[in-house]
């Protein structure tokens, strides 16, 4: 299976058109025209013929889960303060030992 087999099918799976596919590289900051893209979808003895290379097929797969997922979240530098207060009654509250019955306090009587 070629890439251009590959784009073709993408392009009929998610029902899209020539511009969508470009808004979609757009998205990567890869630029491509209509008839450049109208290309890759010919039919392989079509004198205009061009086969799709692996960069424009990367870049239109990365730019296809920009726009099906939205861009990706900016990770936060500094962790909450909020974050960190809850961290800290974890780490109090889990250090606590029942001593209660625990064997070293039982009586030698118990035995």
Same mark, same amino acid.
Do not use: W
């Given at each position: 299976?070629?890439?251009?087999?590959?784009?073709? =099918?993408?392009?009929?799976?998610?029902?899209? @058109?020539? $511009? &969508?596919?470009?808004?979609?590289l757009?998205?990567? %900051?890869?630029r491509?025209? =209509?008839?450049?893209?109208?290309?890759?979808? @010919?039919? $392989? &003895?079509?004198?205009?013929?061009?086969?799709?290379? %692996?960069?424009?097929?990367?870049?239109?797969?990365?730019?296809?889960?920009?726009?099906?997922?939205?861009?990706?979240?900016k990770?936060?530098?500094?962790?909450k303060?909020?974050?960190?207060?809850?961290?800290?009654?974890?780490?109090?509250?889990?250090?606590?030992?029942?001593?209660?019955?625990?064997?070293?306090?039982?009586?030698?009587?118990?035995?």
């Amino acid at each position: 299976m070629t890439n251009n087999d590959i784009l073709k =099918k993408l392009r009929v799976a998610h029902k899209l @058109r020539d $511009e &969508d596919i470009v808004n979609i590289l757009a998205l990567v %900051d890869f630029r491509i025209s =209509k008839s450049e893209l109208g290309a890759f979808f @010919r039919r $392989e &003895d079509h004198p205009k013929y061009m086969e799709c290379g %692996d960069q424009i097929l990367r870049n239109f797969l990365n730019g296809l889960v920009i726009h099906l997922r939205g861009p990706m979240p900016k990770k936060e530098t500094k962790p909450k303060k909020d974050n960190l207060e809850k961290d800290s009654k974890k780490l109090k509250s889990g250090t606590k030992k029942n001593f209660k019955n625990s064997p070293s306090n039982k009586k030698a009587s118990d035995n």
